[in-house]
């Protein structure tokens, strides 16, 4: 008999979801149960676990006279006024502490969630997710990096500053997802950039400015759905010669000059088509920004090597993996993890899990196997909230614990019930949602928040002064002085915003030599505010049922349908640009 697919009532917002076939074949080879919350109530919720811009200092929790020990002030994702215990990342790692001190009996007569938290209030925690980098304290969820200065969840780069999901990248600053790129500014979603600033979506070109789904493009300014060309200028061709006469018309190192050109270029593209979704050398997968994959439904920012695999952000490298954000690294067989990965298999319901396998419900574990429950545990196996136990007593244990999360399952202020197969509450995050990405990708007010179940955090009262505001600042780049590194600048937003506004920003000395070097005015906003402008250019991650607006058929896009933009398919799409 052919399965069907069942529709169900999402417990958190209350609309209505479907699961297909192919979704219960998931679940019945990961032994959970299928989800009450729907697809995007799933992404928010495992978001609010996933700080990556909001920073703290607070002190080392390691104990004093210890040997090793450091207590001092640290850089950190966890709020002062948390209580979690934080040590600095190098003496986590190190061998100086017990992990298994903070490990305790399972007891029947609590919720599982409701130990949880209280384990993880008492189990040691890196202060930041990061790993291997070099002079870049000031960033979050990064690997491999040098030089970096907040820098967020990027792999193996240098020099870089105010930048979000880079691979690869050097000297550069103020971009959204880029791979391969060097020397650039302001750029969003690309590929293959050498001096390219203020683009989006495009790739593979050389010392151009305002690009918008281009590709191979050299010496060009202002172009849209261009393939292969040089010394163009609003889509039109010139000689090499008329087009540096022509170029030399725009400087940019100017503000105004710089603010009046990005609307001019606004209007020029508007009515231009748009492709319905960036999906390259992949096979049968929907989504936007995927790359070299198969398989792949509701996947966004899917850099390569990902098959057989629904509803995933931000990976690369993993295959048979349901709800994830910031996974990969030869990962497989995983289900509703954030930040995991690297040669894992069979993570359930984990975060800043990397390298393990068969584990169910981590934070922070490393190179282990067979946990259930865990919090900052490395090279471990067969443990039960931080406690060790047999092959056999473990193997005994964990079904009458997930017996146990069904029979008295954690329930929420607003009633949402966490039963075994859901992951963790926002809750008993460790995090406010206005200090994780789901407040960059599902922005709301705090009344909202609160209404919502949520915890909202007040901003810090900032120490700094103001000592010029930005419409005091100097126009043109070659009249800025060195003097500029002494201000603190307001930020236009002034903190009444809803960007995690700090009110007031500094010129960092790498930063001003580079808008030299690149002829680029001074901002007049603060990084995170800035962060945000660039975050508004992306579409949204979530797809509708629209049609091709030349040849009609059906697409699938992230493009709502009250969108003013012209959406082809890819087959109109590429016969009319490519």
């Not at 300014?221 to 609003?234: H, M, Q």
Request: glycine share 6%; aromatic share 14%.
């Amino acid at each position: 008999m052919e399965e069907k697919s069942e529709k169900k009532v999402c417990q958190n917002c209350k609309q209505e979801f479907v699961i297909e076939p192919e979704d219960f074949e998931f679940y019945e080879k990961m032994k959970v149960p299928a989800p009450t919350f729907c697809p995007e109530c799933r992404i928010v919720r495992r978001m609010t676990w996933r700080n990556e811009r909001s920073l703290y200092r607070r002190k080392c929790d390691s104990p004093a006279g210890e040997a090793g020990s450091t207590g001092k002030d640290v850089i950190t994702m966890f709020a002062p006024e948390q209580s979690v215990v934080v040590y600095e990342r190098d003496y986590w790692w190190s061998d100086k502490w017990d992990q298994l001190a903070s490990g305790r009996d399972y007891d029947f007569s609590k919720s599982f969630f409701q130990q949880y938290r209280e384990l993880f209030e008492k189990a040691p925690l890196p202060n930041l997710a990061n790993s291997n980098t070099v002079n870049s304290e000031y960033g979050n969820h990064n690997a491999d990096v040098k030089n970096c200065y907040l820098v967020y969840a990027s792999f193996g780069n240098e020099d870089l500053a105010y930048c979000y999901g880079m691979i690869n990248c050097k000297n550069s600053f103020d971009v959204y997802l880029g791979m391969d790129f060097i020397q650039c500014y302001d750029d969003v979603l690309g590929g293959g950039f050498n001096r390219v600033s203020f683009s989006y979506d495009s790739d593979e070109s050389v010392n151009c400015d305002f690009l918008h789904a281009c590709k191979n493009m050299i010496d060009s300014l202002g172009c849209i759905n261009l393939r292969n060309k040089s010394n163009c200028i609003f889509n039109q061709q010139y000689t090499k010669e008329e087009y540096k006469k022509e170029r030399a018309k725009y400087d940019f190192g100017g503000y105004k000059a710089l603010c009046d050109f990005k609307k001019k270029f606004a209007e020029l593209i508007k009515p231009y088509p748009r492709r319905y979704g960036f999906v390259h050398k992949s096979v049968n997968s929907i989504g936007d920004n995927i790359l070299n994959s198969k398989n792949v439904y509701m996947g966004f920012d899917v850099f390569g090597n990902v098959e057989d695999s629904k509803y995933v952000i931000h990976g690369l490298g993993g295959k048979s993996i349901y709800d994830a954000y910031g996974f990969g690294g030869n990962a497989d067989n995983s289900y509703e993890v954030v930040d995991t990965g690297i040669e894992a298999t069979r993570n359930l319901f984990a975060v800043f899990t990397h390298s393990c396998q068969n584990t169910n419900y981590t934070y922070a574990c490393q190179n282990s196997q067979d946990l259930f429950g865990c919090v900052g545990l490395r090279s471990k196996r067969y443990c039960i909230l931080n406690k060790q136990y047999t092959k056999e007593e473990y193997e005994a244990l964990v079904p009458k614990i997930i017996a146990h999360m069904n029979e008295m399952p954690y329930v929420d202020k607003k009633g949402r019930v966490y039963k075994y197969g859901e992951f963790f509450p926002t809750e008993i995050s460790p995090f406010a949602y206005n200090e994780t990405i789901a407040q960059e990708y599902y922005t709301k007010e705090k009344a909202e928040i609160l209404e919502q179940g949520y915890r909202w955090r007040e901003p810090d009262t900032k120490q700094h002064k103001v000592t010029m505001q930005p419409t005091d600042l100097l126009d043109h780049i070659t009249d800025v002085g060195d003097d500029i590194l002494n201000q603190v600048i307001a930020c236009e937003h002034t903190g009444k915003c809803n960007e995690q506004c700090t009110g007031a920003f500094k010129i960092i000395s790498s930063e001003l030599q580079f808008y030299r070097t690149m002829n680029l005015p001074l901002p007049r906003l603060c990084p995170n505010c800035r962060h945000y402008n660039r975050l508004h250019q992306r579409n949204p991650l979530k797809l509708w049922s629209r049609q091709c607006a030349k040849c009609k058929n059906p697409i699938k896009t992230s493009y709502s349908p009250d969108r003013e933009e012209i959406i082809y398919c890819e087959t109109c799409y590429n016969n009319e640009v490519a």
